[in-house]
């Protein structure tokens, strides 16, 4: 696969239209041997993601937002946790990645996400804080809920949920794609069928 990441980083929407006129730039990348894992890092001139600094509700009134970081930065007060395994938490994080925003899991001071079946890992990334007014509730049918927080979205526009599932003895954050929880593990992304979405209570 050709990795490629945006070099420039503008606002949520007007991202979009960026990466459809294809400004890309290909950044330092490499596969780790014993996980199967791609890493990305931008050169060091570029600045870190300015994304959006809020997360994006379908109504008015959504508390929480977006905290910048990067490899190596410590885990923003009021992240929120998606997962857990062996006792540690696992922090809710997006990145930039093939022309979209991919929301996963800090781990080892990175963002690790799931793309094209692999596991991708993002040296600069966002967290999400503020998690008073968020709460996980079962998918139980084909639709989103309305009050579903919305963590990116893929190339083509198409937005991109936040969810959360049980794997291998541990609970995993991911993204929902086509009605699945996509998670990053081992190398591969793997969806599951049965997983807990992220919503915003509007009381």
């Avoid at 931008?42 to 509700?57: C, G, M, N, T, V």
């Avoid at 062996?86 to 996963?104: A, D, K, L, S, W």
């Avoid at 794609?177 to 599951?192: D, F, Q, R, S, T």
Wanted: proline letters at 8%.
């Amino acid at each position: 696969m050709k990795i490629k990441t945006l070099i420039s980083f503008s606002a949520l929407l007007p991202l979009v239209a960026f990466a459809n006129h294809g400004h890309y730039s290909h950044p330092a990348h490499h596969r780790d041997p014993d996980h199967m894992f791609i890493e990305v890092n931008l050169p060091a001139k570029e600045s870190s993601p300015r994304l959006s600094h809020h997360a994006i509700p379908n109504r008015p009134g959504f508390p929480a937002r977006w905290v910048d970081a990067r490899v190596g930065s410590p885990i923003p007060a009021n992240a929120v946790s998606g997962g857990i395994r062996h006792g540690e938490p696992f922090y809710i994080c997006r990145g930039t990645f093939e022309g979209g925003v991919h929301p996963g899991k800090v781990v080892g001071g990175k963002c690790d996400i799931s793309f094209g079946g692999q596991e991708v890992r993002l040296f600069k990334y966002q967290v999400l804080v503020n998690p008073k007014r968020l709460s996980w509730v079962a998918q139980r049918f084909a639709g989103t809920p309305l009050n579903a927080i919305q963590g990116g979205f893929e190339r083509d526009g198409t937005h991109i949920y936040i969810c959360r599932t049980s794997f291998k003895g541990s609970l995993y954050p991911g993204k929902v794609v086509k009605h699945l929880c996509h998670i990053a593990w081992n190398g591969k992304e793997i969806p599951v069928s049965n997983y807990q979405i992220l919503v915003y209570n509007q009381r």
